[in-house]
């Protein structure tokens, strides 16, 4: 393939000339057209710019009608240009009119043209306009000119994204829009976006070194199949939650010849490595854009994920933005996302997180949470509407994401913000009271936590303890495996920070989706059901040791409580236990305080153990039941995957007898029971686990308020003979039977004090 000649680099170079030269936006978007007519040795050159509502304005034109500049408006999809848009292709026809799409405008005079050239101009993979020749004589423009226009549409990208042009900055990327979602993390944000994995965009687009380019790009191409296979390599993967197949499949493109040789042809013609890998990019995202089939949607997004990474290596960019300075009010912005990234953040800069996959369940909603930060997950479509540093406001009530919003609504927000506050008031006054329904049951409300910033939660929210501490979020957010005598600083602190409260460390639950960057763990084909929790530390025992000697230190003369994830079998939990006693006894060999009381309790969350409760008790000082796993592995349906984390209810009846069952044995055991899954920090949820007879359960520590509101707004008895009717009747719809229980009998499930009141206030 031949290099670009002469008169498109020509082209170029002049481009870039004007777009130095002073003047207004709108003169050098005339200007730029006129050249480009000129060097292509065309009668006709235009550029439209796409609006909102997906319509096309055409913005500057030589050859054409001036008048229809700003008049002319091909709506969305509609003629030519509007085809190129919308399938983001190139149109190359020696006679226009004969195309079925094309649409005769008589105000712009072009009824003497024929041949018609056209390009979509692109910018990070977006469509931002369209960039036509057009010619009297009937011809069909060579591959050369097809390449040289398209080179030219990505410098006229980069014209009309910087916002010079007026009217084209608000449009660039549809002005405002909003996406909906699904709540991970209620509250609500004013920001701007920042992208988990930032963008590049090229602006050097033409070299005089074709040789060093692709020296460039094939280093580039070498060190990102390098990074994935030690990704794939380090079962790093995992900590993504299901991305593994999206890894594979990265390293299948990534390998891919053809898409290498398509970046080097480009070089070849004399683009630099960045502006080859940008050009091959914009081809595949055309193909993206038609394609109907989801699996190939989704393989195309790998390809466009690829050119991302293969942009930051060339560019010399990190991969996160974890890695550089974000701003104070960062709504972060990601495709997917594992716990371990999230917490790579500055936690006091960060407002917000939106991704565009990921179920409630997941950890990394889990980790929102207990950061206190409002989360959306499943937001389809948002890492191409939004740009790094676009203001936005994230309405994790409603679901839904502001991006560029209106003034109007960014006071309508500031209104909504001060009226949480408000509600939050009311809440804090909730703060002293008991938990006590109307009918005199004491609930114990206590908060999960994991991370220092969670300590102040205990103290704010009122809760009567830490139900659940997950140990292994500061494992997570440590650069090297945290050695004993750090971890039982750790736990000291827990413990002080809690006075005379009630903790409950859960041992080290690491596996799965929560794996530890310093931790070489063997790629797995399922981890959620691999070798993790348990299993793991049964297998190496030091492991478990160290945190144990860690807890039992950190307890020294005062009440030890821990608990143990994943047990499946009453012989693991004895195993286990049998560790804990070697240990406590090596303590006071060693001269050492050991805790006055030592309490050890099991999680109930993976089904088989649920047949064994009776031996269970017989052993455990305390259960607690572990719902987000228990349905996971109850229905199959991986609570990190968002095909079917909702697919399956919590209060179905199944869960509900399952939830039953549990609460029967533990009360003829005299066991201790808790429930610490997500489902307890939700109003209707928590009611139903009232009903069923949990008389304490734990939640993320913004959920105390409102769940302390609904308790004290309910009475259990009569709730409890309603919900075994309904379980007896077989009905199906317990959510919707619940819901009208509550509006029936006054449960407080939203706001529980008189709103209106409330906004006088
Ligand atoms: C659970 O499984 O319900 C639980 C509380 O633990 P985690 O979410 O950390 O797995
Ligand atoms: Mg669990």
Redesign the pocket.
Known sequence: MAQLDAGPRLLIRRLRQIMAEPGSGQSRLDRVVREIARQMVAEVSSVYVRRQDGSLELYATEGLNPEAVHNTHMKRGEGLVGLIAEQAKTINLPEARSHPAFSYRPETGEEEYHSFLGVPVLRAGRVLGVLTVQNRTRRHYTSEEEEALQTTAMVLAELLASGEVAGVNDQRLGGSLVISGLVLSEGIALGHIVLHEPRVVVTQLVSDDPEGERARLDAAIGQLRATIDKMLSRGEISAKGDHREVLEAYRMFALDRGWAARMREAVARGLTAEAAVERVRNDTRAQMLRQRDAFWRERFRDIDDLSDRLLRILAGKTMTAAEEEIPEDTILVARTMGPAELLDYDRARLRALVIEEGGP?S?VA?VARALGIAALGQARGVIEAVESGDAAILDAESGELHIRPSSDIIEAYADKVRFRARRQKAYEKLRAKPAVTRDGCRIALNI?AGLKVDLAHLAESGADGIG?F?T?LEFMVSATFPRRERQTEIYARVLEAAGDKPVTF?AL?IG?D?MLPYFRHAPEQNPALGWRAIRMWLDRPGLFRAQIGALLRAASGRELRVML?MIAEVAEFDRAREIVLRESRHLEQVGREPPSRILLGA?V?VPAILWQLEALCERADFL?????????FLFAAD?GNDRVADRFDPLSPVMLRVLKEIVEVAARRETPLTL???MAGRPLEAMALIGLGYRSI?MAPANVGPIKAMVRSLEAAPLARYLKALLDAGEADVRGALERYAEENGVALRVPFDSKKARQE
Do not use: F
């Open positions: 369940a950890h889990i999960n659940l997950r292994e859960r639950d799965g929560k994830p999680m969350e607690s039941v572990g719902s987000n796993d228990l349905m996971q609570r610490c899954g997500e734990s």
